[in-house]
Protein backbone atom coordinates (compact mmCIF):
# COMPACT_ATOMS: atom_id res chain seq x y z
CA UNK A 1 0.00 0.00 0.00
CA UNK A 2 1.38 3.30 -1.01
CA UNK A 3 -0.91 5.85 -0.20
CA UNK A 4 -2.35 6.60 3.49
CA UNK A 5 -5.70 8.59 4.58
CA UNK A 6 -5.71 9.78 8.46
CA UNK A 7 -8.86 9.38 9.93
CA UNK A 8 -9.23 10.66 13.52
CA UNK A 9 -8.99 8.01 16.36
CA UNK A 10 -12.14 9.25 18.14
CA UNK A 11 -14.07 7.92 15.00
CA UNK A 12 -13.44 4.06 16.60
CA UNK A 13 -15.15 5.09 19.82
CA UNK A 14 -17.56 7.44 18.43
CA UNK A 15 -19.10 5.61 15.18
CA UNK A 16 -17.54 1.78 15.09
CA UNK A 17 -19.43 0.93 12.14
CA UNK A 18 -18.15 3.82 10.18
CA UNK A 19 -14.59 3.62 11.29
CA UNK A 20 -14.80 -0.38 10.05
CA UNK A 21 -16.06 0.35 6.69
CA UNK A 22 -13.57 3.38 5.93
CA UNK A 23 -10.72 0.98 6.85
CA UNK A 24 -12.34 -1.83 4.47
CA UNK A 25 -13.35 0.53 1.88
CA UNK A 26 -9.69 1.76 2.44
CA UNK A 27 -8.27 -1.87 2.31
CA UNK A 28 -10.13 -2.44 -0.99
CA UNK A 29 -8.70 0.09 -3.10
CA UNK A 30 -4.92 -0.18 -1.76
CA UNK A 31 -4.98 2.93 0.74
CA UNK A 32 -3.93 2.25 4.44
CA UNK A 33 -5.80 3.66 7.15
CA UNK A 34 -4.16 5.36 10.02
CA UNK A 35 -5.25 6.98 13.35
CA UNK A 36 -4.57 10.24 14.48
CA UNK A 37 -4.54 10.58 17.95
CA UNK A 38 -4.15 13.76 19.09
CA UNK A 39 -8.16 14.66 17.93
CA UNK A 40 -11.12 16.42 19.66
CA UNK A 41 -13.23 16.06 16.84
CA UNK A 42 -13.70 13.27 14.14
CA UNK A 43 -13.58 15.93 11.33
CA UNK A 44 -9.86 16.02 10.73
CA UNK A 45 -10.10 17.72 7.44
CA UNK A 46 -11.56 20.99 8.71
CA UNK A 47 -8.64 21.26 10.83
CA UNK A 48 -5.80 19.75 8.83
CA UNK A 49 -3.16 21.31 6.48
CA UNK A 50 -3.99 21.67 3.15
CA UNK A 51 -1.28 21.08 0.13
CA UNK A 52 -0.49 23.51 -2.13
CA UNK A 53 -0.15 23.66 -5.40
CA UNK A 54 3.79 23.70 -5.16
CA UNK A 55 3.17 20.01 -3.01
CA UNK A 56 3.68 21.67 0.55
CA UNK A 57 1.90 21.78 3.31
CA UNK A 58 -0.19 24.87 4.41
CA UNK A 59 -1.45 25.13 7.73
CA UNK A 60 -4.27 28.01 8.11
CA UNK A 61 -5.43 29.29 11.06
CA UNK A 62 -8.73 27.03 12.19
CA UNK A 63 -10.61 29.56 14.52
CA UNK A 64 -14.07 28.87 13.31
CA UNK A 65 -16.86 31.13 15.17
CA UNK A 66 -19.00 28.34 15.64
CA UNK A 67 -16.36 26.31 17.86
CA UNK A 68 -15.88 30.19 19.95
CA UNK A 69 -18.87 29.73 22.17
CA UNK A 70 -18.00 28.12 25.41
CA UNK A 71 -19.58 24.61 25.43
CA UNK A 72 -17.89 24.19 21.81
CA UNK A 73 -14.28 24.66 22.79
CA UNK A 74 -14.03 21.45 23.76
CA UNK A 75 -14.41 20.22 20.35
CA UNK A 76 -11.74 22.23 19.27
CA UNK A 77 -8.18 20.73 17.92
CA UNK A 78 -5.62 22.21 17.98
CA UNK A 79 -3.53 21.15 14.65
CA UNK A 80 -0.34 22.00 15.90
CA UNK A 81 -0.59 19.12 18.08
CA UNK A 82 -1.44 16.54 15.46
CA UNK A 83 1.36 18.07 12.90
CA UNK A 84 3.74 17.45 15.81
CA UNK A 85 2.16 13.83 15.53
CA UNK A 86 2.72 13.35 12.35
CA UNK A 87 6.10 15.46 11.98
CA UNK A 88 4.46 17.29 8.64
CA UNK A 89 6.59 19.88 8.29
CA UNK A 90 4.25 22.84 6.81
CA UNK A 91 4.03 26.66 6.85
CA UNK A 92 1.71 28.33 8.66
CA UNK A 93 -0.89 31.29 7.03
CA UNK A 94 -2.54 33.68 8.61
CA UNK A 95 -6.13 33.32 6.81
CA UNK A 96 -8.34 31.27 8.56
CA UNK A 97 -9.78 28.75 6.70
CA UNK A 98 -11.50 25.65 7.72
CA UNK A 99 -10.83 23.26 5.22
CA UNK A 100 -14.35 21.39 4.80
CA UNK A 101 -15.17 24.60 3.24
CA UNK A 102 -11.92 23.96 0.76
CA UNK A 103 -12.22 21.68 -2.31
CA UNK A 104 -9.19 21.11 -4.67
CA UNK A 105 -10.34 20.16 -8.42
CA UNK A 106 -7.22 19.12 -10.48
CA UNK A 107 -4.86 22.69 -10.14
CA UNK A 108 -8.09 24.46 -9.08
CA UNK A 109 -9.51 25.31 -5.75
CA UNK A 110 -13.10 26.09 -4.61
CA UNK A 111 -14.08 27.60 -1.45
CA UNK A 112 -17.28 28.76 0.21
CA UNK A 113 -17.65 32.48 0.71
CA UNK A 114 -17.24 31.73 4.50
CA UNK A 115 -13.39 33.01 3.73
CA UNK A 116 -14.27 36.18 3.81
CA UNK A 117 -16.58 35.68 6.72
CA UNK A 118 -13.82 35.05 8.91
CA UNK A 119 -11.16 37.33 7.63
CA UNK A 120 -12.78 40.40 7.77
CA UNK A 121 -9.53 42.36 8.23
CA UNK A 122 -8.78 41.63 4.03
CA UNK A 123 -10.90 43.02 1.58
CA UNK A 124 -12.03 40.72 -0.74
CA UNK A 125 -9.27 41.09 -3.83
CA UNK A 126 -6.78 41.15 -0.62
CA UNK A 127 -7.88 38.15 0.45
CA UNK A 128 -7.90 36.52 -2.87
CA UNK A 129 -4.54 37.18 -3.46
CA UNK A 130 -3.24 36.08 -0.58
CA UNK A 131 -4.73 32.64 -1.38
CA UNK A 132 -3.61 32.55 -4.53
CA UNK A 133 -0.32 33.32 -3.38
CA UNK A 134 -0.40 31.24 -0.36
Given at each position: MSHSIYIS???KDRFPKVYSDLLSAFKAVG???????????IWCRDYMPICSANLDWVQFEFDPKYLKEKKYLSLKTD????LKELDLEHRRSSIKLEGGNFVCYGT????????????????????????QEE
Open positions: GLLVQGLELSNTRDPIYVHGVMTERVFEENPTFSKSQLIAKI
